[in-house]
């Protein structure tokens, strides 16, 4: 039986109704944490909420594109169920575009829930945090974000943003006792992955991605990155010139 060693600590995962966010809101619950779960199904979140009885998880449904309900969510945990120790942001979508099928609807789609849901859940998270001296936030970005990759024009460019708004964050949060990490997961089978039209090197199951993420949030890196060699193939991707780059990608990916 894992160790309870969090037991009471209350943890808010935002995008837990399937994929990675809904594996980890059940491994952190198996961990003794309270899990406060969150997205716009409330089917989904009921399902989950009745599913452990290791721990318990507490539905708070939302729409992350709508800011008031973020922070209406983030205020009725706080009053309900506790401070929140650690927060999990990884409400996301995908949807392929090139530039054949250029559309700027699946643009703004994507950017109002993985950028922008990410950032409503920072802001209505990060004062109470500052405010208290304490807690651990960890936003779920993707390695698409390293650098640009076929048909990912739109997923590509909310993930790079959320990297680099990372990284800034960083410094600003350095000694106020707010911990962020970043995560940049590879290929995991869930609903959007499966969307996918291309082959998808060292897929993995979201069990294995909700593990390997809760082993990082016990670490003191700032990225947790994995699978480690298609993680490290990619960054060295990150630094080639283009006239390799393109070249490389074309094959590696049959475009």
């Not at 994507?110 to 651990?136: E, F, K, Q, T």
């Not at 350095?174 to 992955?193: K, M, S, Y």
């Not at 809760?214 to 990225?223: A, I, N, Q, T, V």
Request: net charge positive.
């Amino acid at each position: 039986m894992t160790e309870r060693e969090h037991k009471g600590d209350v943890a808010w995962v935002v995008g837990a109704s399937s994929g990675i966010g809904r594996a980890l809101a059940l491994r952190l619950a198996d961990d003794g944490y309270v899990v406060a779960v969150s997205a716009r199904s409330e089917d989904a979140l009921a399902e989950l909420a009745g599913e452990r009885s290791l721990g318990r998880i507490v539905a708070v449904p939302l729409d992350v594109t709508k800011p008031e309900t973020v922070t209406e969510a983030q205020r009725w945990i706080e009053d309900a169920v506790g401070p929140v120790a650690l927060c999990v942001l990884c409400a996301g979508t995908h949807k392929e575009v090139s530039a054949q099928d250029f559309d700027a609807a699946i643009f703004r789609n994507l950017i109002d829930v993985n950028l922008m849901g990410s950032v409503h859940g920072l802001a209505a998270i990060l004062p109470a945090m500052i405010g208290r001296g304490s807690g651990h936030i960890a936003v779920v970005s993707s390695v698409a974000g390293y650098r640009g990759l076929p048909t990912a024009a739109a997923y590509g460019a909310t993930k790079a943003s959320l990297i680099n708004m990372c990284e800034a964050l960083a410094f600003d949060l350095h000694g106020t006792g707010v911990r962020l990490q970043l995560v940049n997961p590879g290929f995991v089978d869930t609903p959007l992955t499966r969307r996918n039209s291309f082959p998808m090197p060292f897929l993995m199951t979201v069990e294995d991605a909700a593990e390997r993420i809760h082993r990082g949030l016990r670490s003191r890196k700032f990225e947790i990155a994995f699978p480690r060699r298609f993680t490290l193939w990619l960054k060295l991707m990150r630094i080639l010139p283009y006239a390799l780059y393109f070249p490389i990608l074309r094959r590696a990916t049959g475009g």
